[in-house]
Structures are given as C-alpha cells and as structure tokens.
C-alpha cells in the first residue's frame, strides 16, 4: 500500500498568514500515461464529511477560493493557504489515487494562532 | 446538486453484518464517470477507504478489510450498498458514502468529489 505521511500534525497560523500543509508519499503517485499526478486534498471541518479542494495535485475544485493551491510531484506535496481565515479552521488530508488501495493521510490539524 | 445519503442500523453487536445504504438524488448512479464509494472514519481519527462499485457492478475493495465487504448497486432505485461481516468494535466508526470520480483514463477512479454526510456504527453487545 502507499503510505502518505503529511506534515506538521497541527499548526497554527495567524489570520491572513500563509499556511502550508506538507504530504509525502512512499511511492511515486505520477502516472506515466497521463503524466500526471494522482493526489488529491481535503477540508474536514468539524462534524462535516471531507470536502474535495485539489484534485491532480493542483487542480482546484470549482467552489474553492484562489487562496487555497497545491503543488508537487512525484512523492512530495503541498497545500497552501495564501492567506488564513477563520473558516479555513479544518483538518486537512491528502489522498493518492494512483492504485488501489487508496489510502489518506493521518491529517494535519490547522488552527488560529 | 448532488446528494448523498447513507442509512442503516446504528449499532450492530459483535460478530453480526453491518448493512448500509447510500441513496443518491439528482444525479443518475448510472454514469460512466463515476464509480459510488464507502470510506469510512473511527471517533477522532483518520479516513479509510472501504470500496467502490461500478454501475455495472464491478468493484474495488480494501484487502486490510479481509474479504468482509460485499458491496451492490440498485440503478433503478439509484442506490448501493455495503455489507460488512463479522464485524468486532474496531469497525466502529463513521460511515461515508461518496461519489468516486473516475476521468482520468486509468483502470480504477480517482478523488472522491462529492460525500453523503455519515451515519455512525457503533458496534457493541
């Protein structure tokens, strides 16, 4: 199985500060074929299901604000957050999709400083 | 819009058969872009995917679930299911259903993009 090991655990930004989310994976998640990379992030707010925010590593979900970006390939990811607001309070996940069986990270904790 | 919504039993005793539902509205379970999934999150912790199923009934599951889930889809009722056996207390958990995208030309799907909002299971005698 991939294994996707996010850093930090928690964190704590100041509103209107940059927050970054780091996720690093086992194994290459980058499809040949399509050339691209099969990872995705979610927001999970408290007593909510997960919410898809990047898909491809990069791609932006339709909905979600320009603050939030990814990036990376190969094994080692980002999330940003250009700018931290109150409603960003989440935990975040990675997820790959390059095989089954798809596997998440343990989750980043993100809080106001 | 898209809605997702599971049901079934909220407890189930040890060693029984959890049984789910996820009925889908606005969107036909039918499509060739999806395959319907379960994932599923113990108290505090992380996601675990569970499985998904093709409307055609082809499916992909967790080996670490140790061939306990079945899993079925109803298109004319615009539902799918998900059995799970011999269940013991670290089954409990709450229970997702999701839409399971697949576009990206591979042979299985990609990123879950739209999530019923989660019915929990607690198992205990």
């Known amino acids: 199985d991939i294994v996707l090991t996010q850093s930090p655990d928690s964190l704590a930004v100041s509103l209107g500060e940059r927050a970054t989310i780091n996720c690093k994976s086992s194994?290459?998640?980058?499809?040949?074929?399509?050339?691209?990379?099969?990872l995705a992030w979610y927001q999970q707010k408290p007593g909510q299901p997960p919410k898809l925010l990047i898909y491809?590593?990069?791609t932006r979900e339709s909905g979600v604000p320009d603050r939030f970006s990814g990036s990376g390939s190969g094994t080692d990811f980002t999330l940003t957050i250009s700018s931290l607001q109150a409603e960003d309070v989440a935990v975040y996940y990675c997820?790959?999709?390059?095989?089954?069986?798809?596997?998440f990270g343990q989750g980043t904790r993100l809080d106001i400083k | 819009q898209l809605q997702l919504q599971e049901s079934g039993p909220g407890l189930v005793k040890p060693s029984e058969t959890l049984s789910l539902t996820c009925t889908v509205s606005?969107?036909?379970?039918?499509?060739?872009?999806?395959?319907w999934g379960w994932i599923r999150q113990p108290p505090g912790k992380g996601l675990e995917w569970i499985g998904s199923?093709?409307?055609?009934?082809?499916?992909y599951d967790n080996p670490s679930l140790q061939s306990r889930v079945t899993m079925s889809i109803d298109t004319s009722n615009n539902q799918f299911s998900l059995k799970m056996s011999s269940v013991t207390a670290a089954d409990t958990a709450l229970y997702y259903c999701?839409?399971?995208?697949?576009?990206?030309?591979?042979?299985?799907?990609?990123?879950?993009?739209?999530w019923g909002q989660g019915t929990l299971v607690t198992v205990s005698s």
């Open positions: 194994q290459r998640v980058l499809f040949t074929s399509n050339n691209k990379n099969h």
């Open positions: 999701a839409r399971h995208v697949s576009v990206g030309g591979g042979w299985w799907p990609d990123y879950f993009d739209s």
């Open positions: 606005d969107v036909s379970i039918s499509s060739s872009d999806y395959f």
């Open positions: 491809w590593a990069s």
């Open positions: 997820q790959q999709y390059y095989s089954p069986p798809y596997t």
């Open positions: 199923i093709y409307n055609s009934g082809s499916s």
